[in-house]
């Protein structure tokens, strides 16, 4: 019983890591106001652009799938799937490749949960994908 006080202490006194997505310093996720003329649909199409790669961890399951081919849908260039196993989405990823034909999408087996695999697989995305698109 002893540990399992311990153990939710640790889990209640954590530091959560936090994320600023843009400052007036880097304004790169700052929203883009779009321009006067558009349409209602042209000004959503604007608004929810995606430029350049993404990663998604979890990148075999059914609802990482289906950002997936948000992100390519919205215009990203690059994906990387990243899941312990990304073989059993074979099929799917096979399909995506076939409906963006324009877009560089990867795959490879990381465990997010180890922070050296983590580093390891970015360092190898960023190789793969460079070569192909620069933005990486």
Same mark, same amino acid.
């Given at each position: ?24 310093d880097?304004p ?5 106001p ?20 993404? @990663? !998604? /961890? ?8 289906? +950002?997936? &081919?948000?992100?390519? =849908? ?30 560089? @999408? !990867? /795959? ?8 050296? +695999?983590? &580093?390891?697989?970015? =360092? ?13």
């Amino acid at each position: 019983m002893a540990g399992d006080a311990e153990d939710r202490a640790a889990l209640v006194n954590r530091q959560l890591p936090e994320m600023t997505l843009s400052t007036a310093d880097n304004p790169l996720t700052a929203p883009r106001p779009p321009p006067e003329n558009l349409s209602t649909a042209e000004r959503a199409q604007y608004r929810f652009q995606v430029r350049g790669n993404a @990663i !998604i /961890t979890g990148g075999a399951g059914t609802l990482a799938l289906e +950002a997936a &081919a948000a992100l390519l =849908e919205h215009g990203a260039t690059g994906l990387a799937l990243w899941d312990m196993n990304p073989d059993q989405a074979f099929e799917s990823v096979k399909k995506l490749h076939s409906k963006f034909p324009h877009a560089r @999408i !990867i /795959t490879e087996a990381v465990d997010v949960r180890d922070e050296k +695999a983590i &580093a390891s697989a970015v =360092e190898s995305t960023v190789k793969t994908c460079s070569a192909v698109s620069p933005a990486w």
